[in-house]
T-cell receptor, first 112, second 114 residues
Framework: EAQVTQNPRYLITVTGKKLTVTCSQNMNHEYMSWYRQDPGLGLRQIYYSMNVEVTDKGDVPEGYKVSRKEKRNFPLILESPSPNQTSLYFC???????????FGAGSRLTVL | KQEVTQIPAALSVPEGENLVLNCSFTDSAIYNLQWFRQDPGKGLTSLLLIQSSQREQTSGRLNASLDKSSGRSTLYIAASQPGDSATYLCAVRPNSGGYQKVTFGIGTKLQVIP
């Protein structure tokens, strides 16, 4: 089944403890992106990647890192999480030239 | 900068009613507009995509229209069912910049009461 898989789905952590949210897609899509969703603010883009080894900042990149060493994986790294990074995170992918983004199921992160 | 507004923020209707969700955007230089459905604990699912050259798209009980010049789109749901309860988001892709520049609305939370 064609899908975008995120892990973990739920995570509670403490301030400053590094964590990684993984994202993997099995559709050979070139484009991948991370969003965060907060009440009243909607979906905001954190980082995106046009292809392997090509990443760029979205609208809210502060406090996050990403890497794209393989086409299928696009992990989101929080080096030193803070409470303002408590949010619902979505990974999405898209085939080059296509129109429809495919989203993962989301990862709910709480930073205490 | 593109801004996307969805009205109403929440809507509660009895089963069987026809309803309209609204999406407005400030910059009419768009490539396409997409409607998504979001269920709690799940990701976003694409419902309908309208290219800038199109006026409407239909899928089953759903019909989406686009008036690019006035910066508006509507999602019409016919004969609503409890299973339609979800949050509906619209997203606008600009003419320039590709998918990395997509702007999402905050969404309309729909509840269909049996």
């Amino acid at each position: 089944e064609a899908q975008v898989t995120q892990n973990p789905r739920y995570l509670i952590t403490v301030t400053g403890k590094k964590l990684t949210v993984t994202c993997s897609q099995n559709m050979n899509h070139e484009y991948m992106s991370w969003y965060r969703q907060d009440p009243g603010l909607g979906l905001r883009q954190i980082y995106y990647s046009m292809n392997v080894e090509v990443t760029d900042k979205g609208d809210v990149p502060e406090g996050y890192k990403v890497s794209r060493k393989e086409k299928r994986n696009f992990p989101l790294i929080l080096e030193s999480p803070s409470p303002n990074q408590t949010s619902l995170y979505f990974c999405a992918s898209l085939r080059a030239g296509a129109n429809v983004l495919t989203f993962g199921a989301g990862s709910r992160l709480t930073v205490l | 900068k593109q801004e996307v507004t969805q009205i109403p923020a929440a809507l509660s209707v009895p089963e069987g009613e026809n309803l309209v969700l609204n999406c407005s955007f400030t910059d009419s230089a768009i490539y396409n507009l997409q409607w998504f459905r979001q269920d709690p604990g799940k990701g976003l699912t694409s419902l309908l995509l309208i290219q800038s050259s199109q006026r409407e798209q239909t899928s089953g009980r759903l019909n989406a229209s686009l008036d690019k010049s006035s910066g508006r789109s509507t999602l019409y749901i016919a004969a609503s069912q409890p299973g339609d309860s979800a949050t509906y988001l619209c997203a606008v892709r600009p003419n320039s910049g590709g998918y990395q520049k997509v702007t999402f609305g905050i969404g309309t939370k729909l509840q269909v009461i049996p």
